[in-house]
């Protein structure tokens, strides 16, 4: 049976029932990074403490006076995240050794878009990762600066057009290739890296129990589709994320310490990006051979995960 | 008792903070703030504290990790200088906005460019607006007492705003200079336990850091501003009760034989010392000439500035950093703003003087004094003049 069709069935057992991230907050309809932030919550439960940057998620959720916060949330700034979390980390650490508060055990997550991440966060986020903290971070990829109006990342995708790097005359949109974000993370030598989607919310849980569980930094990197910055239907989130998978766009996989693993949700046979793309304004002004060269650099990428999940087991 | 003992401030500083039960620091180095960073190391290092040292990458880390830290309810420290206070400066106002209880020392060096990390303000006069109390130390005594009392003041509960403590880089801290250290039991009488309003913890979750939008930002604003105000009363009485067990008593103005002077002066920070001698010099040859050295520069003490120049005829203001293309250096134009209303008021001069460690020597006061005073028409006065630069 399949556990994504039959997903109310399964739900219930496999997902924690209580919300952390409750509705009524601003996100736009259909929106997967915000399905992708309370799966998250879902998976770290209450002993936890969030630090956010600024962005989307970040604005959506803490509208003062409300909050849609359940868990302890702090939001400082937009390119520090990681240094926010690891001071948490390091306050709470000295504060159960001394006995100054109850001696429960209390994860500590720093979250940011792929701005946050990939670009003006970058060195806060290594420093933390290298300095050892024990604290997750995740990053919600929506390949842009939604929150400012759909600008150019180092996590925009080849050929996509954005405000910054509109398709033109003369332009196809982003002239440079997605930074390998995650493989950065594991060149820090972490115990845990992790790439994942809420198209697959079971894997991605599962994700984010694992690096819970873990003493020390751990990186999850989540694809997250945002439809009103790729311009697709809000109705199409879902399926756009599966297909950022099945093209191998965007590999589900896992690095523990060191081995590579690729999650069983991978097909053995990938779908052609033009499936992907075909759906998303983003991608609409390219042109077949464009479409073929960077088909050409996906499938290369793909083929080098895949050895690496061979040879690094 | 404490003993009087001699040591380089800045390492006295560490010291100081050592014995105040922090939980956490995030110190990034810079010269000449290095040696607080690398001696509260050594008190880790050495379990002579038990804090989490968090060897940052960056001052802007080092800021968003004490935020974090208080905002778990842990007593934070950092410290910083210069470049790295203006790599922070993004972080400060977030900080008192939150009303975390933070401390941080600042060993003053000029903002490049061009590059330069001797003494001058350039560092701390650009962080004036975020929302900090923000006190400037004469000589060793002072940075250790400061740096103890900065945590009773930021955690008063009708306070709960960041702290920062100016300190002269090289000029004082790198000077060894004589000073009593307040034993572990005194500090430990002295400096009760940090008890947060609310923290980042499950046992009671909280939003920190929300968005505001004009329907709520300008109440915010208002509130913070009058947080700060009030703070002078909650500093005052700390002020006293550290006279009380320390026999030490801070004030936010001083005067050094003011009362009967006819030309005042006004310092802040360790120039204050060598400007003493000038007045003493100068007194010596039967000028009335006295001083005032401002302590508390935010909250801004205008009732004590206005009383200790009111009966004097000219008031030489000194700046150690420029406010380019304004109204002269940021110390003058306050206290020109403070002093306007008043019916009983001195004429102002403003020197600029000290930037990027120039060295002022007792007969540069002295010379200061003598221009004013031969300025008997009062046609320099509200006007301000970069002291001793070649032209
Ligand atoms: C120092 C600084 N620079 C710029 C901004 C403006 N800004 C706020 S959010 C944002 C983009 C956020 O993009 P991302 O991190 O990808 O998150 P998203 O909104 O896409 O989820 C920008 C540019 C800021 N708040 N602070
Ligand atoms: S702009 Fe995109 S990421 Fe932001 S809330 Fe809307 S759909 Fe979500
Ligand atoms: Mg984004």
Known sequence: MNIVENFDLYAPRLINKKELLSSGHRACSGCAEVLAVRLMAKALGENTVIASATGCMEIVSSMFPTTAWNVPWIHVAFENAASVASGIEAGLKALRKKGKIDDRYVKVVGMGGDGATMDIGFQALSGAMERGHDMIYVCFDNEAYMNTGIQRSSGTPMGASTTTAPAGKVSSGQKTWKKNMPEIMVAHDIPYVATACPSYPLDFIRKMEKAKSIKGPSYIHCFSVCPTGWRCPSNQAISMGRLAVETGVFPLYEVENGHYRLSPDMPKKLKPIKDYFKGQGRFRHLSAEEIDTIQGKVTTEFKKLTEKAKFLK | ?391
């Not at chain 2, 206070?85 to 933070?102: D, G, Q, V």
């Not at chain 2, 500090?187 to 947060?196: A, I, M, Q, T, Y």
């Not at chain 2, 403070?338 to 001195?346: D, K, T, V």
Request: hydrophobic residues 45%.
């Open chain 2, 1 to 391: 008792m404490a003993k009087r003992i001699g040591m380089e401030v800045a390492v006295a500083v560490a010291e100081a903070v050592g014995l105040c039960d922090i939980d956490m620091a995030a110190v990034y180095p810079i010269t000449p703030q290095s040696h607080i960073a690398e001696h509260l190391s050594d008190l880790v290092a050495d379990g002579k504290i038990d804090a989490e040292f968090v060897t940052v990458e960056s001052e802007h880390s080092a800021m968003s990790a004490v935020i974090g830290a208080s905002g778990a309810g842990a007593r934070s420290y950092t410290a910083t200088s210069s470049q790295g206070l203006m790599y922070m400066h993004e972080l400060l106002p977030i900080a008192s906005a939150m009303r975390l209880p933070i401390t941080m020392a600042i060993a003053n060096r000029a903002v490049s460019g061009p590059l330069n990390i001797l003494n001058d303000h350039s560092d701390i006069m650009p962080q004036r607006d975020s929302g900090w109390i923000s006190i400037f130390v004469e000589n060793a005594q002072e940075a250790i007492d400061m740096s103890i009392i900065a945590f009773k003041i930021a955690e008063n509960k009708d306070v709960m705003l960041p702290v920062n403590i100016n300190i002269d880089g090289f000029q004082l801290t790198h000077m060894v200079e004589p000073f009593e250290m307040p034993t572990q039991e005194e500090v430990r009488n002295f400096l009760p336990p940090f008890v947060p309003h609310a923290t980042l913890h499950p046992a009671k979750p909280v939003t920190m850091g929300a968005f505001a939008m004009s329907d709520y930002f300008p109440e915010i604003m208002k509130a913070k501003d009058e947080a700060l105000k009030n703070s002078k009363k909650i500093i005052l009485e700390v002020w006293d009760e550290w006279a009380k067990m320390f026999g030490r008593a801070y004030k936010p103005v001083e005067t050094y034989k003011a009362e009967d002077a006819e030309v005042l002066m006004l310092t802040m920070g360790s120039m204050g010392e060598t400007a003493q001698m000038a007045i003493d010099e100068l007194r010596a040859k039967g000028v009335k000439a006295g001083l005032v050295k401002l302590r508390l520069w935010r909250p801004f003490p205008f009732a004590e500035i206005k009383a200790a120049v009111k009966n004097a005829k000219k008031l030489i203001v000194t700046d150690r950093a420029v406010s380019f293309g304004g109204p002269g250096g940021p110390v003058f134009s306050e206290v020109k703003s403070a002093l306007y209303a008043e019916a009983q008021r001195p004429v102002i001069y403003d020197y600029i003087y000290g930037l990027g460690g120039r060295d002022v020597p007792v007969g540069d006061f002295v010379g200061m004094f003598e221009r004013v005073l031969a300025d008997t028409a009062n046609k320099e006065v509200d006007t301000y003049e970069f002291w001793g630069v070649r032209e």
